[in-house]
């Protein structure tokens, strides 16, 4: 009788959290989408060369912009913009510099933030509007304002910092844009920048904190690499997350003129890593990374996603992209793997089971099925597998050896690009 009353207690007390979360899930998405826009941009243009770079800007005489994205071939493309974002200045990029030239058919296209229509129709044109003279000429990487978030880029930071807490990974899934304004986002610099030594930017999955790396921190030469730690807010959509790298990465190549870095990501953080990647080649802006490395990550989808959108009170926007089902895996690796920029890819995978729950081959998370998705496999340059459970892994001892012979393998070939 007395297990009996204290697992109900632990039942009563786990709804009434839950129900608190979901409550505070409620408010964060409704003010997410106060925030953030997405629309669906269809370009019309008939022109022989088409790579076409989609601008945001505040005004059109802005000095800065706000993102850009770019696309390739005549399709349909997703922005997402911030209510702050007033226009979309769309240009045929025709000699592929991420620069707006006189004589490049264009348009300006003004952003109703608050109409019900996300679905935009652009046609090119060498003549008609004026175009933003602010822009003419001038290299689009150089201009990003990034508006993402509060977003730290370079700070000094220490895993001991309350940002890397589990109480503000908590944060980051149910309250994700507080976690935002909080100033807990961005890529923090664990060691002073070097200019000598190679950047390592480490990307943690859901719930988790740059903190989660420590036992794999604590082992890097530290003469050779420096650390880097992208913290962000795990509950968003992980489109958005990747565009957000995106522009973070812009500006760090800007300000400190990086010209390798590699990239390690955990569980999630190997999704948001591979979209932002998938991203970048398209806007012919990955030369500098030199290798990616993913550890337990789900590039099949996570099916407990799917049962959060089924039958959750409110669905987290992370758990869109997370189910099998969803466009966002469906579109992982879309890009070609003969392309000029495409990194090396290191697979890395748990598969020790853990829990007498489970009964499926996985490392007692994420299953060996998603782990090892036929697009993942076939986009790697190598595959490892450690019987470590989803946590263990990363304090796994060959881990850190397995790491630093692919890097140094990478920055061979990345020097003969």
């Known amino acids: 009788m007395k297990i009996t009353k204290m697992l109900l207690a632990v039942a009563l007390i786990s709804v009434v959290s839950g129900c608190a979360?979901?409550?505070?899930?409620?408010?964060?998405?409704?003010?997410?989408?106060?925030?953030?826009?997405?629309?669906?941009?269809?370009?019309?243009?008939?022109?022989?060369?088409?790579?076409?770079?989609?601008?945001?800007?505040?005004?059109?005489?802005a000095e800065t912009i706000d993102g850009y994205e770019v696309v390739i071939g005549n399709k349909q493309i997703t922005v997402t913009t911030d209510t702050l974002s007033q226009y979309l200045f769309t240009f045929n990029d025709v000699n592929h510099d991420l620069r707006f030239q006189v004589g490049e058919a264009f348009s300006i296209t003004?952003?109703?933030?608050?109409?019900?229509?996300?679905?935009?129709?652009?046609?090119?044109?060498?003549?008609?509007?004026?175009?933003?003279?602010?822009?003419?000429d001038r290299p689009l990487v150089n201009l990003v304002n990034v508006k993402i978030s509060p977003a730290k880029i370079g700070e000094q930071a220490q895993l001991s910092d309350e940002k890397f807490d589990r109480g503000a990974a908590k944060l980051g899934m149910w309250k994700p844009v507080t976690h935002l304004l909080e100033g807990n986002s961005g890529v923090f610099f664990l060691d002073e920048f070097d200019s000598n030594k190679t950047p390592i930017l480490f990307i943690h999955g859901m719930n988790g904190?740059?903190?989660?790396?420590?036992?794999?921190?604590?082992?890097?030469?530290?003469?050779?690499?420096?650390?880097?730690?992208?913290?962000?807010?795990?509950?968003?959509p992980l489109e958005l997350l990747a565009n957000g790298v995106n522009s973070l990465i812009k500006i760090i190549d800007y300000r400190y003129d990086v010209k390798t870095l590699h990239l390690v990501a955990h569980s999630m953080g190997g999704l948001v890593a591979q979209a932002y990647l998938d991203l970048c080649r398209n806007q012919l802006g990955c030369n500098d990374i030199a290798s990616f490395t993913s550890i337990s990550s789900p590039f099949g989808g996570v099916r407990?996603?799917?049962?959060?959108?089924?039958?959750?009170?409110?669905?987290?926007?992370?758990?869109?992209?997370?189910?099998?089902s969803s466009d966002f895996i469906a579109k992982l690796f879309s890009t070609s793997k003969l392309h000029s920029t495409t990194?090396?890819?290191?697979?890395?995978?748990?598969?020790?089971?853990?829990?007498?729950?489970?009964?499926?081959?996985?490392?007692?998370?994420?299953?060996?099925?998603?782990?090892?998705?036929?697009?993942?496999?076939?986009?790697?340059?190598?595959?490892?597998?450690?019987?470590?459970?989803?946590v263990s892994i990363l304090?796994?001892?060959?881990?850190?050896?397995?790491?630093?012979?692919?890097?140094?393998?990478?920055?061979?070939?990345?020097?003969?690009?």
């Open 395 to 417: 304090s796994n001892e060959q881990l850190i050896q397995t790491l630093e012979s692919f890097w140094l393998e990478s920055e061979i070939a990345h020097a003969e690009r």
């Open 110 to 136: 003004e952003l109703a933030a608050n109409s019900d229509s996300t679905e935009l129709t652009i046609t090119l044109s060498e003549t008609g509007d004026i175009p933003p003279t602010a822009l003419i």
């Open 209 to 236: 904190t740059a903190r989660d790396f420590a036992p794999l921190l604590a082992k890097i030469d530290r003469q050779k690499y420096q650390v880097w730690v992208m913290n962000y807010p795990s509950g968003l």
């Open 343 to 390: 990194p090396p890819h290191l697979l890395i995978f748990g598969y020790k089971m853990s829990g007498i729950l489970n009964q499926e081959s996985s490392d007692g998370v994420i299953s060996l099925e998603s782990q090892l998705s036929d697009k993942a496999q076939k986009r790697s340059a190598k595959i490892y597998g450690l019987n470590e459970d989803h």
């Open 304 to 324: 407990s996603a799917q049962s959060g959108i089924d039958y959750a009170p409110v669905v987290m926007p992370a758990w869109c992209d997370l189910a099998p």
């Open 21 to 61: 979360n979901f409550r505070d899930l409620a408010e964060e998405v409704d003010l997410l989408e106060q925030v953030y826009v997405e629309y669906q941009v269809n370009i019309e243009s008939m022109h022989h060369v088409e790579s076409y770079v989609l601008v945001l800007l505040q005004r059109v005489d």
